[in-house]
């Protein structure tokens, strides 16, 4: 063996260790952070109205920019770098803990950042200069933009209420309806555009980057092509209200298909768009572009090497993702037949509790919990007792979410809270918006054998119950209408609970 072919099996082994050096660490987080996996997946997989089902699109887009910006020879750095190890070791310390109290939208975050920290770490400074670019992209495919749904939403339901206005056609418009003699078209939040906006601003940056050089030329193209894809929506919209105007709500798009036709508008006026920026704009031309590439020592051939593991890693990926859904169902399947008594969070309810039909208009609400209702009739006035329990708590089903309640605010009105006994259980005064009447309202949550009135607290002790296999959890509402013997009565019934 020469020295040229030595030379050249020790860059494919180097090659190769670096590569293992990446996956390994990135395949056991996927291993460990499944929950964040099968969400991330979940939402790129909804392509009848998710808003993040150009994610693929945008994975495959980072690989080609990667594969084709990266001279893997000249650029590899063999001594790594500290502080990006120190980067990723903290992300995948996060993305452990939000596994663990199930927030799995920052766990993306995590895991992503986590991703590029492992760039730094292993190929260094070069690389990662030339890497952070074509990353950030995914930026935009991962699912923490939701809160430009709303604008999206009433922009797309004003605009699609003056299109048909202008077109002749008797409308109204009631909150997020709008309605026409032919039927009512209900603007929903899958309706928004928001898909379209989220997949224009990374394609149109990409379209812009590589065809011109002017900044300004960048940014009108960029903001041409994001505005599109609003526009886009718009028209979809009011193509789908005239369809149904014009068949008596028979139309194809009405009764089945509706959301790609989206799709269809923004690619015919992407196509338009990028044959008038052409004609109208200073092109950089893809041949200069080609040219600075072999300017630089870049070539296809040269990053040949590089296509099979990316292929290789897709590949994998893709895979690994179905057997953590398939695990995620088996294990959603395992947990119906869960012993209920055998969790941490239950509660043993004292004798003096039976159970009841609600006493009073208080009507507590964990979503995807158990709950219960007791009565203490031997107190006067009567004690209240509220249990929900979560016998393994998920994305939608916590215990500490805003989209739990503890009172209905339309119905009541939050006169006073106090921290009682070091903040191990809270008490409240509501008043009764219909009926003016007072309410005492304690309440604690139960989580790892222990309980707490601090949400805080309960996130904390529901990572400390995840590492000893059982991160289920209660919250415990007892109530009573205000008066003399009130808090004495609540204070005896906590006694007998907590016990």
């Not at 077109?167 to 909150?175: M, R, S």
């Not at 906006?197 to 990409?206: D, K, S």
């Not at 941490?344 to 006493?359: G, H, R």
């Not at 008490?427 to 003016?436: D, F, H, Q, Y």
Request: charged share 15%; aromatic share 12%.
């Amino acid at each position: 063996m020469n020295n040229n072919e030595r030379r050249e099996k020790d860059l494919r082994s180097a090659k190769f260790s670096y590569l293992l050096m990446f996956l390994v660490p990135i395949l056991l987080s996927l291993v460990l952070y499944s929950a964040g996996i099968e969400f991330l997946l979940g939402k790129w997989l909804d392509f009848d109205h998710g808003a993040y089902n150009h994610g693929f699109l945008l994975l495959l887009v980072t690989l080609y920019l990667l594969y084709t910006n990266i001279n893997f020879d000249s650029d590899i750095s063999e001594k790594g770098n500290a502080a990006g190890f120190c980067l990723a070791v903290l992300f995948m310390t996060m993305a452990f803990a939000f596994e663990a109290v199930t927030i799995v939208s920052l766990q993306v975050v995590a895991f992503y950042l986590l991703i590029i920290s492992l760039v730094l770490a292993i190929y260094g400074w070069t690389i990662f200069k030339k890497a952070i670019a074509p990353l950030s992209l995914l930026l935009f495919a991962l699912p923490v933009w939701d809160g430009l749904g709303p604008v999206l939403q009433k922009i797309t339901l004003e605009m699609s209420y003056l299109m048909v206005k202008a077109v002749g056609i008797p409308v109204l418009k009631e909150g997020y309806h709008i309605l026409i003699p032919a039927g009512t078209f209900e603007v929903a939040s899958s309706c928004s555009g928001f898909s379209y906006f989220m997949a224009a601003f990374p394609l149109a940056i990409l379209y812009a980057v590589n065809n011109f050089n002017d900044k300004k030329n960048i940014f009108l193209v960029v903001s041409v092509i994001v505005a599109a894809s609003i526009i886009a929506n718009w028209i979809r919209v009011f193509i789908i209200i005239i369809a149904g105007q014009m068949t008596d709500m028979q139309h194809y798009f009405v009764t089945v298909e509706h959301f790609n036709l989206g799709w269809i508008v923004f690619g015919c006026m992407f196509i338009l768009l990028v044959f008038l920026f052409k004609k109208v704009l200073a092109d950089k031309g893809v041949a200069q572009h080609l040219n600075s590439m072999s300017n630089a020592g870049i070539s296809v051939r040269e990053n040949g090497l590089l296509a099979a593991p990316a292929f290789l890693s897709s590949v994998l990926l893709g895979a690994l993702s179905l057997v953590f859904i398939a695990l995620q169902y088996q294990v959603s399947e395992n947990n119906r037949s869960f012993n209920h008594n055998e969790v941490t969070a239950n509660i043993a309810i004292p004798e003096l509790f039976n159970p009841a039909m609600p006493l009073y208009d208080l009507s507590p609400k964990i979503d995807g919990a158990i709950e219960n209702i007791y009565i203490a009739s031997e107190y006067n006035p009567p004690v209240q007792l509220y249990h929900a329990m979560l016998v393994k708590q998920a994305q939608g089903k916590e215990l500490v979410s805003s989209n739990n309640r503890l009172f209905d605010e339309a119905r009541w009105q939050l006169i006073d809270k106090d921290d009682e006994l070091d903040g191990e259980i809270r008490k409240i005064e509501l008043k009764s918006k219909l009926t003016g009447e007072h309410y005492f309202l304690w309440y604690w949550y139960r989580v790892d054998g222990m309980h707490t009135a601090s949400d805080i607290r309960v996130k904390w002790y529901e990572l400390i119950g995840y590492l000893k296999g059982d991160n289920s959890g209660s919250l415990v509402v007892l109530m009573s209408p205000k008066a003399d013997q009130a808090a004495h009565n609540l204070n005896l019934a906590y006694g007998e609970l907590v016990q």
